[in-house]
């Protein structure tokens, strides 16, 4: 394959002469110049060519074709490092060539279109969009038809838009509609849109596949399509943890090529019944209850997270709890292990074959039809129970703008587990300190009263008595002073032998003669304070306190490739501005 598409010839880029080579997998040019005595050659991989177009062609702000019947434009991806981004932010490359002969350029053209069809094999042809135009800043439409319907229409890719006209129209069209004959579907918006992707596509697989969703122990059907996500919501994460940036263009890009990402899932169940799912956070605590608080900001825009998370925060709450989990193999990675899950990762790349150990037999990932756990026995559950700030599980880092490395920096996109974290009743100082931490590099984890576990399930329950206060306690009725005093860790259980635990930390919780002498730290909590929290699933707020989750490993792929290095693409980018604009990839 690799020699059929070899191609090698002078060509003339502006008044000067290059050496082009197309090999299998690059696509290089090299001035043949005295001058350029280190001979920079700039290197596209074929994988990240976006179109080849016979003449001078321009895309932007307008399409044009200049036809001289010598000249071929390539159309690929560049780097670009505005902003501190490292790298990951892409823009559109352009480069016109010029061959000696018609005869040529034919070849060129043909060559370069044969290598992008053998190399990129989910290249989308045929691609569902819909867009919410009220997400955000209500641009969603305005950044579809300026900025991403130009890429897709100079990559060849038809595409079928559905303004949605209601919530959760995406869902329900995925669920129910045809879908013949469409490679992947698209969501221009944010979190909320992209989470009605993931439900109606699981749903939809689950249907077709006979399996029943409501049971936390059947293996679930890996979902066809891929899902891309074109960032245009007040909260983009899911983007931002997966692409490293938010931006359409990038996004665009990220689709257009055919990125493929696999990402885990959390089904979450309250008695014997699916919930949701989650892919970022499923938090309980401090989250459920800045989300709840935010709710009722809406107006604010954003801004309503800052707000809320102050007053949450000076409510000084914590919640009664018991948490089972299900640990993960600490042989195989640990969420303390100081690594990221960055592009072809080597972690989520061997689980890939841990959790689809035949596929490679058959050809096809989706084939595998064995249990996730086939390979790899159940384990030991192991129980805690006492107070907590919060209980946080999440599927993978959940990095976005407000943290860059997330709610545990070292998870990982695809290898089947989750990161549960817990953070144990403190003084707010110490609960300050750890929020705090996820705005910096330093490690949230090493602080005496929080624990993080990587895991595959978590039961959470509230202990006796306390589970008929309904999650509407905290939705906007009335509390009261607490009569006790909140107390630290009363218990642990491990594999059923009680222990007492120590108190977590030297601080400790304040006594409500302090909370009476110290009105601001007090905050909120003087006048309320619910014995129950809520549950924070991506976003939404979820109805019961009592769930059991299950992560459920590359149960969707999306149009990205995780978050490249970035010591090597600022290298990349670097050398492209030496090279005035142009891209110098260094793989
Ligand atoms: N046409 C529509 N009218 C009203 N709601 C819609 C429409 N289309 C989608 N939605 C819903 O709007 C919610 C928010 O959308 P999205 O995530 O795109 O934007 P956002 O601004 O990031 O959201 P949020 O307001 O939650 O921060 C989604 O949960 C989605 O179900
Ligand atoms: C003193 C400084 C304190 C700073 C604290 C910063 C802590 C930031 C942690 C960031 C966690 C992001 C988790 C991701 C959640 C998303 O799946 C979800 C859907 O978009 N967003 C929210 O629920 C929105 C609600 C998020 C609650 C913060
Ligand atoms: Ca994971």
Known sequence: METDLRLESSLWVGSKRYRAVLTGWHFNWTEVDKKNRDKKTISVPVAEVVGVEEGRVEILPQKSVEDKDKDFTVFYVKRSSSGGSSGLLWRLGRTQFSCPSRVLRDQWTKHLRTALKTHSPLRPHRLLVFINPFGGKKKGRKIYHSLVAPLFELAGISSHVIVTERANQARDHLLKKDLTGFDGVVCVGGDGMFSEMLHGLIGRTQQEAGLCENDPAVTLQPCPLHIGIIPAGSTDCVCYAT?????????????????????????????????????????????????????????????????????????????????????????????????????????????????????????????????????????????????????????????????????????????????????????????????????????????????????????????????????????????????????????????????????????????????????????????????????????????????????????????????????????????????????????
């Open 243 to 587: 692409v490293g940036v938010i931006d359409p263009v990038t996004s665009a890009l990220h689709i257009v090529i055919g990125d493929s990402q696999p990402l885990d899932v959390c089904s979450v169940h309250h008695a014997s019944t699916l919930v949701r799912y989650s892919v970022s956070l499923v938090g309980y605590g401090f989250y459920g209850d800045v989300l709840a608080e935010s709710e009722k900001h809406r107006w604010m825009g954003p801004l309503r997270y800052d707000y809320s998370g102050t007053m949450v925060y000076l409510s000084n709450r914590s919640y009664a709890g018991i948490v089972q989990y299900l640990p993960a193999d600490p042989l195989l990675s640990s969420p303390r292990d100081k690594t990221r899950c960055l592009s072809g990762c080597s972690v989520c790349s061997r689980s890939t074959e841990r959790l689809f150990p035949h596929a490679a037999d058959s050809g096809s990932l989706y084939s595998s039809n064995l249990s996730q756990f086939s390979s790899d026995s159940e384990g030991e559950w192991v129980s805690v129970e006492g107070r907590f700030r919060c209980v946080s599980l999440t599927c993978m880092s959940s990095s976005c703008p407000r943290s860059p490395l997330g709610l545990s920096p070292s998870a990982h996109l695809a290898d089947g587990t989750g990161d549960l974290i817990l953070v144990w009743d403190t003084h707010p100082l110490g609960f300050l300190k750890f929020l705090y931490r996820h705005t910096s590099t330093q490690d949230q984890f090493d602080l005496p009263f929080v624990e993080v576990h990587r895991v595959k399930a978590v039961r959470f329950s509230v202990p006796s008595g306390k589970e008929e206060e309904a999650y509407e306690e905290i939705v906007g009725q009335s509390g009261g002073i607490e009569e006790e005093e909140r107390g630290y860790v009363e218990t642990v259980s491990r594999s059923g032998s009680q222990q007492h635990l120590a108190e977590r930390d030297t601080g400790r919780q304040m006594t409500n003669e302090q909370k009476t002498a110290n009105p601001f730290l007090c905050g909120l909590c003087c006048s309320k304070s619910p014995s129950v929290s809520v549950w924070n699933c991506d976003g939404e707020i979820l109805p019961f306190t009592e769930i059991l989750c299950r992560i459920h490993g590359q149960l969707v792929r999306l149009y990205a490739r995780g978050i490249e290095d970035g010591t090597a693409a600022q290298h990349c980018s670097e050398e492209r501005d030496k090279c005035e604009r142009r891209c110098i990839l260094h793989k």
